[in-house]
């Protein structure tokens, strides 16, 4: 826990402003239609005189990259393997948050991710890290593993020290992106990263990153995983954020066979239920293409029949990849009479490859 002024962050209005001119938002509208409040707390809630930004571990018990290596299962970030942190840490907030009014008086609100606020630049003017150069928050007792919270108070508390980059000539989070997603240091193209392909995007993944996003179904943890600051990280001891074992790189010709009511059970309170099925079968049948899995062509081929489109183009694919004489039979009867024009296309990009 570290503590900064409502002022400490204005000069990341700029670099937001350029990012969202440059396109590198991709489709998140929202962040564009709040974008002038957030480097500005008092344009959230006047009455600001503090800030407390509130680090919170959830090291993992082992590298995630060694999911990525195991191709007939699913590899699911590190953070979506517990139950949703929003919950976990809000709750805990608030009860900070209500100690400190009945402590000390004043007001307060509370925020976790999902306001017009800016956690990272806020939580290295507070002192908790430094933004790294994958744009994430680096802590040099955590590493890359930490999720952040923040209470805005009405209480003028004595302000911390920020932390300076420790970064140095490293590039290693850099050089391990699996789709080359910063233009440079500091500077993240969401439309390139995998994490946004496969949650934020709405889509069908473009057909330029499906090879490399490999068998990531849910998030990717490349350039958190390379940090050399992950040396002192610690396993996370918040229990309800630790990993599942059924979401510990569960097998694909499991995750493919979810219907809706299966898929909500199994991720119940956890943040890959926001996705919906329909974009998490398209994630698990891109994660099919490229497992190799011959066996599993006979789940594409069932899912070219499902009722969303989405799910049909991504079987497309699937098939393709890995039975293209099975895909080719399949083009000559489907391709005309397939009602989406998204799903023909993909068809129509089988037939010229």
Known sequence: MRVTGPDAATESGARLAAWLAAGFHGTMDWMAATANRRPAPRLVWPDVASVIMLGVNYGPA????????????GAISVYAQGDDYHDVIKG????????????????????????????KPLAQAAGLGWQGKHTNVVARDFGSWLFLGAIFTTLKLPADS?????????KACLD????????????????RCISYLTIENKGLIPHEFRVAIGNRIYG????????????????GRTLRLAAREALKAPPLAELVRLDDAAFRALFAKSPVKRIGRARFARNVLIAIGNSGEL???AEA?????????????????????LDPEAAAAEAAVRAAVEPDAGVRAEWQYFART
Do not use: I
């Open 176 to 191: 391990a992106c699996p789709t080359q997603a910063f233009p440079r240091p500091y500077l993240l193209d969401a439309r």
């Open 295 to 297: 066996a599993l062509a």
């Open 62 to 73: 082992e590298d995630p990259r060694a999911a990525t290596a195991r191709p007939a299962r």
């Open 220 to 235: 990717c943890d490349a350039c958190l995983a390379a940090c050399p600051w992950n040396k002192f990280a610690v396993e």
């Open 301 to 321: 081929l069932r899912l070219l029949d499902d009722a969303e489109p989405l799910v049909r183009g991504a079987a497309v694919w699937a098939l393709g990849r």
């Open 162 to 170: 920020p932390e300076r980059d420790h970064c140095g000539s490293c």
């Open 92 to 119: 805990a907030q608030k009860r900070l948050a209500q100690w400190l009014v009945a402590s000390a008086g004043g007001d307060v609100k509370v925020f976790v991710d999902t306001a017009p606020v800016m956690e």
